[in-house]
């Protein structure tokens, strides 16, 4: 029983290191925070992506839509790393990485 515990801490201290993002400046972005604060943080990013996509659907049709933007950085310790980083009405939602 101890090890399954000490295996679960190991993962979920894991998982909370990658929900976040350093920026340029040495500041941490987090979920939550706005657009304007990753852009402060982290600079331009190499390129940028936005849709519209439903917000709030219900049943077979929606009753919000918005714009969601996608912006890519590069890793400033691990050049093959490409951070993607989802924005909904201004605020970062999701983080995902990849080589």
């Not at 993002?21 to 604060?37: H, L, S």
């Not at 519209?52 to 049709?61: A, Q, T």
């Amino acid at each position: 029983m101890k090890w399954i515990i000490i295996i679960l801490a190991v993962t979920l201290s894991l998982n909370v290191n990658a929900s976040r993002f350093k920026g340029k400046d040495g500041n941490y972005i987090v979920r939550g925070d706005t657009a304007t604060k990753l852009f402060l943080a982290a600079g331009e990013p190499l390129r940028k992506r936005s849709e519209r996509v439903c917000l709030d659907k219900k049943r077979d049709y929606c009753k919000r839509w918005g714009r969601t933007e996608y912006w890519y950085y590069q890793d400033r310790e691990e050049s093959s790393v490409i951070w993607t980083i989802k924005i909904v009405d201004d605020k970062v939602v999701e983080f995902s990485w990849s080589r």
